[in-house]
């Protein structure tokens, strides 16, 4: 299967240390320090989260949230630039009366959307 040996990753720098890094490693590590590829890439990634409030009851509360994950994706080879690509994630939820089971939903979206940027970031370094 040529798909195997079409490209590592070389380096990974996060512009902003965060606890959801390792999340966007951990999808990548598969193709991190691989011998013998086509290809060999370093990745420069900038990551943003935003939570926002989408609606809010006649009392001012929130009733909806907005969270949005944006990630700036620079990809490297040979020191040279071969992309600057931005993904973008959004999901909207209600409101929770137990802000302790709604952060740990929060936590949930967030890592689902993280992971659906890292499937898009490995089939953009595919198709580089």
């Known amino acids: 299967n040529d798909e195997n040996n079409y490209f590592s990753i070389e380096n990974v720098v996060f512009v902003k240390q965060k606890s959801f890094n390792k999340l966007i490693l951990n999808k990548l590590k598969n193709y991190i320090d691989s011998d013998n590829k086509i290809k060999k890439f370093s990745l420069n990634i900038?990551?943003?989260?935003?939570?926002?409030?989408?609606?809010k009851n006649k009392q001012g509360n929130p009733e909806i949230y907005s969270m949005n994950i944006?990630?700036?994706l620079n990809v490297f080879e040979n020191n040279i630039s071969k992309s600057n690509v931005k993904f973008n994630e959004n999901f909207e939820y209600s409101n929770q009366s137990n802000k302790f089971n709604l952060k740990q939903y929060e936590n949930n979206i967030q890592?689902?959307?993280?992971?659906?940027?890292?499937?898009?970031?490995?089939?953009?370094?595919?198709?580089?």
């Open 46 to 55: 900038d990551i943003a989260v935003n939570k926002s409030v989408k609606s």
């Open 70 to 72: 944006v990630l700036n």
């Open 111 to 128: 890592t689902n959307l993280l992971n659906k940027i890292s499937e898009d970031i490995i089939k953009h370094l595919y198709a580089l």
